[in-house]
């Protein structure tokens, strides 16, 4: 079983690469952005709350996104790996993960950091904004917020992963195809 964490700021492109990892691997698709939307459009107590920070440009709070994350995982036993996109995005939630992944006697394979300038990314999320529906994605304050909230509470969350040897680099500037095919080759190493 190997399973990856895809980190990097908003707009890095862990989205569009996650959806063209998990069809070459079959990794199960673990998104804290996808599920909480998904609790907004269901209009659960969950997401009324989420809603209000995510608008915000700020973080959900780690019981929150853990919740989630832990009952994915009791609700995909057959999985032969995961893709973790989105989260961890703090350190108690690395934690977190590492002490459920325990139970399932299981770890983190790789951590792949993809890093994108920040001028780079408010282009590329305003312009994502334009036909996305999300509405975080369309007022350049949000944005920065978001951004804001990666550099003070996230990129933490890579300094983590550096302590077991688990971190590779990857620019996440050019064509999708080049950095896909730079993520493959990481993942390669490591099956
Ligand atoms: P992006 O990476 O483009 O900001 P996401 O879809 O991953 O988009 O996340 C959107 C929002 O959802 C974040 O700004 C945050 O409010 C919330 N969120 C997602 N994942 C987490 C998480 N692991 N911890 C806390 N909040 C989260």
Redesign the pocket.
């Known amino acids: 079983m190997l399973n990856v964490i895809l980190f990097g700021p908003?707009?890095s492109g862990?989205g569009t690469q996650s959806e063209k990892l998990i069809a070459k691997y079959g990794f199960k698709h673990l998104?804290?952005?996808?599920l909480?939307r998904s609790e907004i459009t269901a209009k659960t107590a969950l997401g009324l709350e989420a809603k209000g920070?995510?608008d915000k440009?700020?973080?959900?709070p780690d019981e929150v996104?853990i919740g989630m994350i832990s009952h994915a995982l009791e609700a995909n036993p057959k999985a032969t790996g995961f893709l973790f996109d989105?989260?961890?995005?703090t350190e108690a939630?690395s934690v977190a993960l590492d002490n459920l992944l325990k139970k399932y006697n299981t770890q983190i394979g790789v951590f792949l950091a993809l890093e994108v300038s920040e001028e780079e990314l408010v282009k590329r999320l305003l312009n994502r904004g334009l036909t996305s529906g999300r509405s975080?994605d369309t007022n350049e304050e949000v944005i920065r917020a978001?951004i804001i909230e990666y550099e003070r509470k996230t990129m933490v969350v890579a300094d983590y992963y550096e302590k077991f040897k688990k971190v590779a680099h990857i620019k996440g500037e050019g064509s999708v195809e080049d950095i896909f095919n730079t993520l493959c080759n990481e993942i390669n190493k490591r099956v």
């Open positions: 908003p707009g862990k998104s804290t952005g996808d909480l920070l995510m440009g700020q973080l959900v996104v989105g989260f961890p995005r939630q975080d978001r």
